[in-house]
């Protein structure tokens, strides 16, 4: 599985983005994609999850902030992430679990106060 990380930039507190992955395989093959984060000197952590069930899991600081969604005919998934604290200043991964964790190249999201 590849995936292709799009969408980071800087923005200031209060703002949106929206990351986008592309995936090699159709998504409806994926156990679980999810997003992850990670910033220096820390270990990556997961923000928000989707299983092929349609189930999500958000990291508690991000809950009713972030929303993370699929598209099986473009075979995304994205991140909504509104309402950005400087907090949330870090590298996002997207990833794939399928026989294995697939990782994404890494996008930055800056969020200055």
């Known amino acids: 599985v590849q995936l292709q990380a799009s969408g980071g930039g800087s923005v200031q507190a209060g703002g949106s983005l929206t990351l986008s992955c592309a995936v090699s395989e159709r998504i409806n093959r994926i156990l679980i994609l999810g997003w992850y984060r990670q910033v220096p000197g820390k270990r990556r952590e997961l923000v928000a999850s989707?299983?092929?069930?349609?189930?999500?899991d958000y990291l508690f600081s991000v809950k009713d902030r972030f929303t993370i969604s699929t598209d099986s005919a473009k075979n995304t998934v994205s991140l909504q992430m509104n309402n950005l604290k400087p907090e949330d200043t870090a590298v996002y991964y997207c990833?794939?679990?399928?026989?294995?964790?697939?990782w994404g190249q890494g996008t930055q999201v800056t969020v200055s106060s």
């Open positions: 990833n794939a679990k399928r026989q294995g964790d697939h």
């Open positions: 989707i299983g092929k069930d349609g189930s999500t």
